[in-house]
């Protein structure tokens, strides 16, 4: 499963172009779909990127990712944060002190749902 990961829909572009080419197998589903898939045992895990990974282990990603974490921890579904060694910022004690990255209203607009 990929959720489309709004506003930008970086899932529904990205995530699955990668998942296509590497050849693995993915269903695309809207993002409030995933405790569904969760709670029906759709999930086997959960595995998120993160913009930033504080001193202390504290990572943040975008502002939909804490909710994946709570529903996952709600289901038993294992919850990975995969990042490259460069988001890791040491001076950076937690994660209290990481600014979320927050989209303007008008950047929700996406021009495949214009008609």
């Known amino acids: 499963w990929v959720d489309e990961t709004r506003p930008r829909l970086q899932g529904a572009r990205l995530t699955a172009w990668e998942l296509k080419n590497w050849g693995v197998p993915f269903k695309l589903m809207p993002d409030?779909?995933?405790?569904?898939?969760?709670?029906?045992?759709?999930?086997?895990?959960?595995?998120?990127?993160a913009d930033r990974v504080a001193a202390n282990g504290d990572t943040?990603?975008?502002?939909?990712?804490?909710?994946?974490a709570a529903v996952a921890h709600d289901n038993g579904v294992p919850f990975y944060v995969c990042a490259p060694l460069s988001t890791i910022d040491l001076s950076t004690a937690s994660g209290n002190d990481i600014t979320i990255e927050v989209y303007r209203a008008h950047s929700h607009e996406c021009p495949i749902w214009q008609f």
Do not use: E, H, P
């Open 60 to 68: 943040a990603n975008k502002v939909g990712t804490y909710n994946l």
């Open 32 to 49: 409030g779909a995933s405790g569904l898939v969760m709670q029906r045992g759709q999930a086997d895990a959960i595995f998120v990127g």
